[in-house]
């Protein structure tokens, strides 16, 4: 059995910085690959950020580029998103994802098959 468990969230002001974790038992992170998404009141869940084991790359939605960061720990199967200069756009409840995406999904949610609970970040002025 798969379970996602994220924690790190929280609320902060414009500009500042904040760091997501999410654990998985049960998904080996070495194989596959992990993501975050995020879904705002009234808005469709969107992607955030994406890292694939086989190639260690990651992925980024352009509205996080440059200011949002990704990265694993094999050892702790776990992955962190690095959240800097925050916006009040990036309120939302951020999700940890896993699953076998291709590369056309990998920026879907469709392309994960685990979900974590979720995690509130609120962005005030």
């Known amino acids: 059995q798969v379970q996602l468990v994220e924690s790190g969230g929280g609320s902060v002001q414009a500009g500042d910085s904040l760091s997501l974790s999410c654990v998985a038992s049960g998904f080996t992170f070495n194989a596959g690959a992990m993501g975050w998404f995020r879904q705002a009141p009234g808005k469709e869940r969107e992607f955030v950020a994406s890292i694939r084991r086989s190639s260690s790359n990651t992925y980024y939605a352009d509205s996080v580029k440059g200011r949002f960061a990704m990265s694993g720990n094999n050892a702790k199967n776990t992955v962190y998103l690095n959240m800097n200069n925050l916006k009040s756009e990036d309120t939302a409840v951020y999700f940890c994802?896993?699953?076998?995406?291709?590369?056309?999904?990998?920026?879907?949610?469709?392309?994960?098959?685990?979900w974590g609970q979720g995690t509130q970040v609120t962005v005030s002025w």
């Open positions: 994802a896993a699953g076998y995406p291709i590369l056309s999904t990998l920026r879907s949610p469709s392309g994960y098959r685990y």
